[in-house]
């Protein structure tokens, strides 16, 4: 398991700064969760992280190894470090096992055959066995992100980021979401979520980061960042969502 190291990570559209010198170092196993208020970063930091968007400037060491360099083929990295939205972009024409199988088919070159034990265990695990042969539309929101993390998770990533994923649940859908996060933390998945969920992160987080206005405010252990904070950003913040 490799640490993903984050240095002074700039990040603009148009002229608009997002990313404002981010350092971030996430260690093997941890739960980091980003929260802040809309428009503060989170979800462009994460797709930095897996080079989904290029950086501007800064470095981003996976494993000691500069991932950031420019002209460099993303696939490999993306194979390490998966993500999955708050929209589940699952193929409406495939089943929720299609699904899953694709990216490993295509990029890996593995068999329906080679990849159906792994693919059908990890659909047990998550309670959706009995949804495999399942269209999306046959499914509800909640199996639909749980089938978009399944299929993450099919290509054997070392590092999760997960992007608001609960947030376009009903609320009785997102704690079986939730739970499926609780289960990858037990596993010592390393894994970067941006959300709003604030009971979750107090309860599971091993460090929360506060971003606003494309910077790291505070950073450190829940108890201290809910508890504690010692931002006046910080605690405006925690009083508009607690």
């Not at 990040?11 to 981010?22: C, E, H, R, Y």
């Not at 989904?52 to 991932?67: S, T, Y």
């Not at 009971?199 to 091993?206: H, S, T, V």
């Amino acid at each position: 398991m490799a640490r993903l190291e984050l240095q002074d990570i700039r990040k603009s559209f148009g002229g608009n700064p997002v990313l404002q010198g981010i350092d971030l170092t996430i260690e093997p196993g941890q739960m980091v969760c980003l929260i802040g208020a809309s428009g503060s970063g989170k979800s462009t930091l994460l797709r930095c992280m897996n080079l989904l968007e290029p950086v501007d400037d800064g470095v981003i060491l996976l494993g000691g190894e500069d991932i950031s360099e420019p002209g460099r083929d993303p696939q490999p990295v993306r194979q390490r470090i998966g993500i999955v939205f708050q929209s589940y972009n699952l193929f409406p024409h495939m089943s929720a096992e299609e699904n899953v199988m694709l990216a490993p088919r295509r990029i890996k070159g593995l068999s329906r055959e080679a990849l159906r034990p792994e693919v059908t265990a990890l659909f047990q695990r998550f309670g959706l066995a009995d949804r495999m042969a399942h269209y999306p539309d046959q499914l509800s929101g909640g199996q639909q992100q749980r089938v978009a993390i399944i299929r993450a998770l099919a290509m054997r990533p070392e590092i999760m980021l997960f992007d608001e994923i609960t947030s376009a649940l009903d609320p009785e859908l997102v704690a079986e979401v939730l739970d499926v996060l609780r289960s990858l933390r037990d596993d010592g998945m390393t894994m970067v979520l941006a959300t709003h969920e604030m009971g979750f992160a107090r309860e599971l987080a091993d460090v929360v980061c506060f971003l606003d206005q494309g910077r790291i405010c505070e950073s450190g252990p829940p108890d201290q960042v809910f508890g504690a904070p010692k931002e006046a950003r910080t605690k405006a913040f925690l009083s508009r969502v607690l």
